[in-house]
């Protein structure tokens, strides 16, 4: 009985192992029950070379399990849990309580966890000098990014605890109340950041305005900001022949830009960075393709996850291409081929800068830089300015158009049809804190700033609803519109407000998720005679551009991709999952609200320049193309 007993135990198992995004590609195997996965799976050849992990169907690392235990099941062999070259783990729905501060904080940069190496972030030893407002911007974004949390992170300022903290531009952004430099410590702290006060040898990173004495010797990186111009660099100085720098209404503004580039090159230069994008379990692999039809390049490739999608680049002359796919199901020899494409192009060790990455490019002058602060004023007055889309983008240019006003006076509408804020937006959509989880955005976003600027609810408008159809007064089908009216099902109780904050808006901010939404939008400026600012970011791309009477979306990018009815979106339902870092979302937001503050000004007659379109890429910053894009070859129904 012994002997049947223990030959029974012996029994075989049968497993059935894919290495292969499709599934229906599987190989069944027969194994000792004591015998691992792991290498269950070399021994019938579906494993991949080098590292590798097996998962159940949903998405279980069982790779040290015994067969025993997965009798009959259907196992999927694919890449370790590693993206772009280093052990890292995902955040497991069932591994946090969200009672708890720390699952709290696990779970906050989740998204964020797919573009960047959550562990090295958190284990940067970053020193700091420079005046107080920068040094609080660049704290502030930080400790959105998870720096400087582990036993071995940390980031230094030369300061003493009862040195007073200056707080001017950023009221708007810093959601604290803090008098001296130890209770600026004693926050963080509580925030889980590590924070001292201690002399520095040496500073890593310096930032300063550019009438301010620079340190001798710093070999590190460094920001000059000041005059809406700022320079991002690292190792010598460049040499400054004139600073006139006094306050304008675009100081935080130019701030947050010059803190968001200078914090990205910090990290790119030591490989922050995953080679290819990881967004909640999917791999998004985009590569681009130069002079080819985006429906051509398209043509042919298929996936059992979904049709790519294909998208012309900012230059005209390529396509992008992306795909998505469960991590645990993408084929390794697809992760080798393509990682050559997909990789991130680190600078090379050596002096880098300076580079112009503010609102307006800082002149130079006989081997020297010049900052000048023309014509903009310090505050502007009787400003309404209404913002659609109060989430990555939207919670950064909404308090810093407010910075740049006398909120007094002014109005600022924000429109969001989100009902919830959700926890991995608090990694980058700087007005929200655990307190507002579940809460309406536009709701929380008009609360925060009432509170933080001291103003009365008209002057500060939260509006949770979504911009519709029968909100654009005066549209059409035969104006060239590509939304049918009869798209409109029902009507919200918002509708007055909506339509009344159209109508008295003097620019508009699209901060929104989606073409179709932001080609709406346009349409409803374009009856109104208001410029509209667009912002778009996603990842470590980003894009900000403004429209006029003589150009439009459907001028610029043609109606099948003006009216693309895609939806990129922090919501999981009915759109694609978006993965971004706070140091594109807070330029791109930054940028979009010093250009809505300088059209402000123009329509006032101060006579200024308006900062130029640009493009963000990887914390590269470019001027974007104007006009028509080259492959627009019809005309939008308004301009000639």
């Known amino acids: 009985m012994r002997r049947e007993a223990g030959k029974k135990e012996q029994e075989p198992v049968l497993l059935t192992l894919s290495n292969a995004v499709d599934q229906t590609q599987k190989i069944k195997v027969e194994v000792s029950p004591s015998t691992t996965i792991k290498q269950a799976s070399i021994d019938a050849g579906v494993a991949p070379k080098g590292a590798f992990d097996v998962f159940t169907a949903g998405g279980k690392a ?3 399990s015994k067969a025993s235990n997965h009798k009959n099941e259907v196992l999927y062999v694919g890449p370790q849990k590693v993206a772009g070259g280093s052990d890292r783990s995902f955040f497991d729905d069932d591994g946090f309580e969200f009672g708890s501060e720390e699952g709290l904080e696990g779970h906050r940069w ?61 009221r708007g952004l810093v959601d604290f109340p803090a008098s001296s430099w130890g209770e600026v410590q004693e926050i963080f702290s509580s925030k889980g950041m590590c924070l001292s006060l201690r002399e520095l040898d040496e500073a890593d990173i310096w930032i300063g305005t550019a009438d301010c004495p620079r340190p001798e010797g710093h070999g590190g990186t460094w920001l000059i900001h000041g005059a809406g111009s700022a320079l991002v660099g690292s190792g010598s100085f460049p040499s400054i022949r004139h600073a006139c720098v006094r306050e304008t209404m675009i100081d935080a503004a130019t701030l947050v830009c010059g803190v968001s580039a200078l914090l990205h090159r910090y990290l790119r230069e030591r490989s922050a960075f995953w080679e290819m994008e990881v967004v909640d379990r999917w791999l998004t692999l985009t590569a681009r393709v130069d002079d080819i039809d985006p429906e051509i390049a398209l043509k042919g490739l298929k996936s059992r996850f979904g049709r790519g999608t294909a998208t012309r680049t900012s230059d005209g002359r390529g396509s992008l291409i992306r795909y998505r796919f469960p991590l645990n199901l993408t084929p390794p020899h697809l992760l080798r081929n393509l990682s050559p494409i997909m990789r991130i192009n680190k600078p090379k060790d050596e002096e880098v800068g300076p580079v112009d990455i503010g609102p307006f490019p800082s002149k130079s002058s006989e081997g020297g830089y010049c900052f000048d602060s023309m014509a903009l004023p310090e505050k502007l007055s009787d400003v309404n300015v209404l913002v659609l889309g109060v989430g990555g983008l939207g919670s950064w240019a909404a308090p810093l158009l407010l910075s740049g006003c006398d909120p007094r006076t002014s109005t600022i509408g924000m429109l969001d049809g989100d009902q919830e804020v959700e926890l991995h937006n608090l990694n980058r959509q700087v007005l929200y804190s655990s307190e507002d989880l579940g809460c309406a955005k536009a709701t929380a976003a008009a609360s925060r700033l009432r509170e933080r600027f001291g103003i009365p609810e008209g002057s500060v408008l939260g509006i949770p609803a979504p911009l519709g159809a029968q909100h654009v007064m005066g549209y059409s089908e035969e104006s060239g519109g590509g939304i049918s009216l009869q798209e409109i099902v029902g009507h919200s109780e918002h509708d007055e407000v909506i339509s009344s904050s159209l109508d008295s808006m003097q620019v508009a901010l699209s901060c929104l998720d989606n073409q179709n939404a932001r080609t709406l939008l346009n349409t409803a400026c374009l009856d109104r005679g208001v410029p509209m600012v667009n912002g778009g970011g996603e990842g470590v791309r980003g894009v900000i551009e403004h429209f006029g009477s003589d150009l439009c979306m459907v001028c610029r990018y043609g109606p099948e991709e003006a009216y693309e009815t895609e939806r990129v979106s922090c919501q999981e339902e009915g759109a694609r999952p978006v993965s971004s870092i706070v140091t594109t979302t807070a330029y791109v937001g930054a940028l979009q609200a010093a250009t809505a503050l300088c059209l402000l000004a123009e329509q006032r007659g101060y006579g200024n320049e308006l900062p130029e379109a640009r493009d963000w890429w990887n914390g590269i910053v470019s001027r974007r193309q104007g006009g028509r894009l080259p492959w627009v070859k019809g005309e939008c129904g308004r301009h000639g």
Do not use: Y
């Open 62 to 64: 069982v790779t040290k």
């Open 110 to 170: 989740h998204r964020q966890s797919g573009l960047i190496d959550q562990e090295m972030v958190a284990s940067l030893d970053i020193g700091l000098e420079g005046h107080d407002e920068s040094m609080l911007g660049l704290l502030l974004e930080l400790d959105l990014l998870g720096a400087c949390r582990s036993g071995n992170g940390r980031v230094s300022i030369d300061r003493d605890a009862d040195d007073e903290v200056s707080i001017r531009m950023l």
